[in-house]
């Protein structure tokens, strides 16, 4: 059982990747916000929260991902660089992987659902909205 006070160290080491994730990270880093050692803080965060840091991470950068493509009217480049990636290829595939289709297809999808008399769905359909749709969409 952890203790209280491994309970915070790894919270601060996941609030970490939470306040940095648009950038660039590093496990060190990440373990040293922690006061851990990397490999000690990869097997703690895991056995703690059910994932790794990088699996934790990337889901961050998938959901705000996701609301980007719904409420900004941001290329999907855009958006892959804001959430942290340099690879417009490397975002893609993990976006399908997470979501289960590609961000110009998620967007699309979202987009049919609007009127035409709006420029992009956030002026036409509430964000709460529109994730319960598309998750029934790609179920």
């Known amino acids: 059982m952890a203790t209280h006070n491994k309970i915070k160290k790894l919270n601060a080491g996941r609030d970490y990747i939470a306040d940095h994730f648009q950038g660039q990270l590093c496990l060190s880093d990440i373990a040293r916000s922690s006061y851990m050692s990397p490999y000690h803080f990869l097997r703690v965060f895991k056995d703690m929260y059910g994932e790794t840091p990088n699996e934790f991470l990337?889901?961050?950068?998938i959901e705000q991902a996701?609301?980007?493509l719904i409420t900004e009217n941001l290329s999907v480049s855009e958006v892959c660089e804001q959430v942290g990636y340099a690879s417009l290829g490397s975002f893609s595939s993990l976006f399908a992987k997470q979501v289960g289709?590609?961000?110009t297809?998620?967007?699309?999808?979202?987009?049919?659902?609007?009127?035409?008399?709006?420029?992009?769905?956030?002026q036409a359909i509430p964000a709460c909205y529109a994730y319960h749709f598309l998750g029934k969409l790609t179920k």
């Not at 990337?58 to 950068?61: A, D, E, N, Q």
């Not at 297809?105 to 956030?122: G, Q, T, V």
């Open 105 to 122: 297809s998620y967007r699309r999808k979202l987009w049919a659902l609007s009127s035409e008399a709006y420029r992009f769905p956030a």
């Open 101 to 103: 289709m590609a961000p």
């Open 66 to 68: 996701k609301k980007m």
């Open 58 to 61: 990337v889901r961050l950068r």
